[in-house]
């Protein structure tokens, strides 16, 4: 009797059970089954059947008694532990969480292999899949579902899914939750990474917009004021020749000797505005940088120092403008700080290729200490260098000279 009774709680049970009721109960099936038939050779033996079971019998009848109790605690373990899988997925998501590793993991944590993750596209008003692919969400088939994924109210995406799964909503919910989190994620990380991306390029385009500007006030200056000043220069020494050939016929004391030293006084005057002019013409733009390459510039620079340079190594193949004027004013302000602070008695500049790229270092034996502060000229070379994903790095230890060396990466 008991037996039967024990049979029929047991088939109801299964009858009425959810998902996750059955996930504790299947366990218990089999050792109900062996629990049954060891029960009903006993009750057989009991009636007088002939099967000769020795006292070995009542061993098995024990074990068969304990294995229901032991299953079905190990099924409500294995609940457990299924719960467990959605506290596995948050951390999982936490941790990397894409595309198909998140339909991976949603389906782990659903028990669900064939669960699919759809992502919300708002702008276009449809579902797509990881890899963008429009996904068509209404289905006629009565054993999936369809779950909306919400966060703040706002739908980011859908779970595809056994429909048994609405029988557990808890599990559902918190795996929508997990997964609506990880996608979140994944969209503000996309947003972060493009925002990132428009502003490397735009701060690339004002240097290049600055840097252009500075060549064409440079153009401006050579071709206008410049060649003015040098029509001028030669108007005057014309008009010096002139007079000084008149003076020759004069009488000697004449008025033309005081205009003579006047206009050499001009001359010289004109010399020195054409002179300041040129400089500040190159420091706006290096023309030869443009019409001689990087070599040529560094050259001259080091010509123009102060201090003795030594140029060591030279930049061969074709370099980007961009990275050639980097390079150009890495060593242009460098050689001014040494002229400025350094107190040095010699620099030493080097220039080839390095592990990212080109590699440009100015070093020089002087007082040392350089640290950049905001607006200065090393922090304005170092935004330069951030353009071209490149770097510089300052080593200024007082009393051991200063080393600047910039990377930057191309070709
Ligand atoms: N080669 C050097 N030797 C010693 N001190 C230096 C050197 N270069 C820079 N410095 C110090 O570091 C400071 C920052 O330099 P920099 O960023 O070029 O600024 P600034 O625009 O004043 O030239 C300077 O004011 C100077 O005190
Ligand atoms: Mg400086």
């Not at 109900?32 to 009848?61: D, I, K, Q």
């Not at 996904?135 to 048994?164: F, M, N, P, Q």
């Not at 996309?190 to 440079?218: C, N, P």
């Not at 260098?385 to 230890?397: I, K, M, P, Q, Y």
Request: glycine share 10%; with cysteine.
């Amino acid at each position: 009797m008991s037996i039967a009774a024990f049979a029929t709680v047991l088939v109801n049970h299964w009858q009425r059970a959810t998902r996750a009721a059955r996930r504790v109960l299947a366990p218990v099936l089999p050792t109900a089954l062996l629990y049954g038939a060891v029960s009903a050779t006993s009750l057989l033996a009991e009636l007088g059947a002939p099967l000769g079971l020795g006292r070995e019998w009542a061993w098995v009848e024990y074990v068969a008694i304990l294995a229901v109790p032991v299953t079905f605690l190990g099924g409500l373990l294995r609940s457990r532990l299924a719960g467990y899988s959605v506290g596995e997925l948050v951390v999982e998501l936490g941790d990397k969480g894409t595309g198909g590793e998140l339909r991976a993991a949603v389906s782990r944590a659903l028990g669900d292999p064939s669960a699919e993750v759809a992502y919300w596209m708002p702008d276009l008003g449809i579902y797509a899949d990881a890899d963008g692919r429009p996904v068509e969400l209404t289905t006629d088939d009565l054993a999936r579902a369809v779950t909306v994924i919400e966060r703040a109210g706002e739908r980011i995406g859908a779970l595809v899914h056994d429909s048994a799964l609405r029988e557990e909503p808890q599990l559902l919910d918190s795996v929508c939750a997990a997964a609506g989190l990880a996608m979140e994620n994944e969209r503000l990380h996309t947003e972060v990474l493009t925002r990132l991306a428009e502003v490397s390029a735009s701060r690339a385009r004002i240097v290049e917009a600055a840097d252009a500007e500075r060549r064409r006030v440079e153009r401006n200056l050579h071709d206008g004021a410049q060649q003015r000043l040098v029509s001028l220069s030669l108007a005057l020494a014309m008009a010096r020749n002139r007079l000084a050939g008149e003076a020759e016929c004069s009488e000697p004391g004449s008025r033309t000797v005081g205009v003579e030293e006047l206009l050499s006084e001009a001359a010289d005057e004109l010399i020195l505005a054409l002179r300041e002019l040129r400089e500040l013409a190159r420091g706006i733009h290096p023309a030869i940088l443009t019409e001689e390459g990087l070599g040529a510039a560094v050259e001259s620079l080091a010509e123009r120092a102060p201090v003795p340079v030594e140029v060591l190594g030279h930049p061969d193949g074709v370099l980007p403008p961009s990275v050639e004027a980097a390079a150009y004013y890495v060593v242009s302000e460098a050689l001014a700080n040494v002229a400025k602070y350094a107190k040095a008695s010699s620099v030493r500049v080097t220039i080839g290729r390095g592990g990212r790229g080109l590699r440009v270092e100015v070093a020089d034996d002087g007082v040392g200490g350089a640290t950049s502060h905001p607006g200065s000229g090393l922090e304005g070379l170092a935004d330069r260098l951030a353009t071209l994903d490149g770097r510089l790095v300052v080593e200024s230890h007082p009393g051991t000279g200063t080393r600047v060396t910039a990377e930057i990466p191309c070709g």
